[in-house]
């Protein structure tokens, strides 16, 4: 069974960061594409951040291009978000999510129909 636990979310001042962290379990770790998404409230889960070792360099939604960093641990198998500059509009929950075989249609590494298994869920606030 697969299992997606994220953690590392909380409240930080707006320029602060966070590192949010997602344990996996019930496959192998990095043999497929993982992401992170997040949905703000009234506003639609859309993704952040994923890669996919030895297929392609990780994407990153315009709004956070060279705020955040995506990386894995396969020691681990965790997946981590890096969040620096933290901004008011990154409030939000974060999703952990991985794509797994029989996960249906591929329709990019930032679209939420594209990966088929996801996690609880961690809370970012960002104040100003």
Request: glycine letters at 14%; charged letters at 15%.
């Amino acid at each position: 069974q697969v299992q997606l636990m994220e953690s590392g979310g909380g409240s930080v001042q707006a320029g602060g960061s966070l590192r949010l962290s997602c344990a996996a379990d019930g496959y192998t770790f990095g043999a497929h594409w993982m992401g992170w998404f997040r949905q703000a409230p009234g506003k639609e889960r859309e993704g952040v951040a994923s890669m996919a070792t030895g297929i392609s360099s990780p994407y990153y939604a315009d709004s956070v291009k060279g705020r955040f960093t995506i990386s894995q641990d396969n020691a681990k198998n965790t997946l981590y978000l890096q969040m620096n500059s933290l901004k008011p509009e990154d409030t939000a929950m974060y999703y952990c999510a991985v794509r797994l075989s029989g996960d249906g249609t591929w329709y990019g590494p930032l679209e939420r129909p594209s990966f088929g298994h996801w996690g609880q869920g961690t809370q970012v606030t960002v104040s100003s």
